[in-house]
């Protein structure tokens, strides 16, 4: 069935890696890219899709509500699936108004355009728009810190810590609203942490990488043991093409890779790549430094997403140790212009 389907923050790490992704599994749908192109976009990224017919750029905010409204009545939009939030935790610490602009806002004006738009009246959807659905991204930092064991599951309490994890946490909990009040196919995925191609400078991977490869210092926060449980992007790309198209309606779903490491562990891992492909006289681990921590630094998140792979038989099928060897080298490409030596 043909769609045209309004994907938000498309010019951004996760949704540049999804839009060539889906668009080339469904050649039929009609995308839709509301983006307002932040210092966290980039155009290079997309640009494999701007040549096709059945899509579109449209760069422009959704806090705009006027803009939303118009962008759903001109191209007819049938769903969205909504990945635009500002992104980075450190950033959030700094300015946190503009994550709740954007995060909680941003959001609400997407889904009340939508339900507008789509239905009559609460529970009763137009005949034409009787398929809609309104796919939110969202992030596992939502249920705050786990201790040494234990994982986060759809059931986990809600205990964001960070300007941004509230602030997405406050959209999720928009998006359940919309369901109970007013009846709107919503269904929500909450991803752990993501690495791979286009990912912005400013985070983890690409800056250990960046700085390693420019002779720089490599800076991990605190004592370099925090967990983050890493997912390649083009699983967690997959997992929402799975939930948008066969999620039950109103349900949550976690998305996370069962790759558990800590800060110090994948710097380590980045040296030990990088002292293979591109050999200095002593180790990148040399440039490793250890910097003051991040305040409320969230100890460790790990994913049990056992519902999404029994319900809707999602896996995760990259490695960690794969996934991060087609990172390293896309960034070596990206920063040096180097082909790497296992590339054909
Ligand atoms: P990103 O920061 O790389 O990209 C965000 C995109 O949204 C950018 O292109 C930016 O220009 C756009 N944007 C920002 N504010 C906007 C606005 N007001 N109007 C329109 N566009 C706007 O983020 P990402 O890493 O690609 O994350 C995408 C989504 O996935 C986010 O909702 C994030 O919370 C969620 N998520 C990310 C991760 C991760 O590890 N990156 C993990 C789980 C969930």
Redesign the pocket.
């Known amino acids: 069935m043909s769609k045209t389907i309004l994907v938000?923050?498309?010019?951004?790490?996760?949704?540049?890696?999804f839009i060539p992704y889906f668009m080339n599994k469904y050649p039929n749908y009609q995308i839709v890219n509301?983006?307002?192109?932040?210092?966290?976009?980039?155009l290079e990224n997309i640009k494999e899709v701007n040549v096709l017919d059945n899509y579109v750029l449209e760069q422009?905010?959704?806090?705009?509500i006027d803009l939303v409204q118009t962008i759903f009545k001109k191209y007819k939009i049938t769903d969205v699936i909504?990945?635009?939030?500002?992104?980075?935790v450190d950033n959030s610490i700094k300015n946190p108004t503009?994550f709740a602009?954007?995060?909680i806002m941003?959001t609400l004006n997407l889904l009340d355009t939508a339900r507008n738009y789509w239905m009559e009246s609460p529970f009763k959807y137009k005949n034409e728009f009787k398929g809609s659905r309104f796919h939110h991204?969202?992030?596992?930092?939502v249920y705050g810190s786990l201790g040494e064991t234990g994982y986060f599951t759809e059931e986990s309490k809600y205990e964001p810590n960070s300007p941004?994890s509230a602030s997405?946490a406050s959209?999720d909990l928009l998006v359940r609203s919309y369901y109970h009040t007013y009846g709107m196919n919503v269904v929500t995925?909450?991803?752990?942490?993501?690495?791979g191609p286009k990912?912005?400078d400013e985070?983890l991977i690409p800056t250990l990488i960046r700085k390693a490869i420019q002779g720089e210092y490599l800076p991990i926060y605190g004592n370099g043991m925090n967990i983050r449980d890493w997912?390649f992007?083009l699983d967690?790309c997959k997992a929402v093409d799975l939930v948008f198209h066969q999620g039950e309606k109103s349900e949550v779903y976690l998305?996370g890779g069962k790759n558990e490491k800590t800060n110090i562990q994948i710097a380590d891992l980045i040296c030990d790549l990088l002292d293979k492909e591109l050999p200095k006289e002593q180790s990148y681990r040399k440039q490793i430094k250890y910097v003051q921590d991040r305040p409320g630094h969230d100890y460790r998140y790990a994913i049990d997403a056992s519902k999404l792979e029994s319900r809707l038989g999602w896996i995760a099928e990259e490695t960690f140790e794969s996934g991060i060897i087609k990172t390293v080298e896309w960034y070596i490409k990206k920063y040096i212009g180097k082909e790497s030596s296992n590339e054909s």
Request: charge should be negative; charged fraction near 15%.
């Open positions: 938000t923050g498309g010019a951004g790490f996760i949704g540049s890696n509301m983006d307002s192109l932040t210092y966290a976009a980039d422009g905010d959704i806090t705009n909504h990945f635009a939030a500002e992104s980075h503009a602009q954007t995060n941003g991204v969202s992030t596992d930092e941004y997405k959209s995925t909450n991803c752990s942490n993501n690495y990912q912005h985070k997912l992007v967690h998305v």
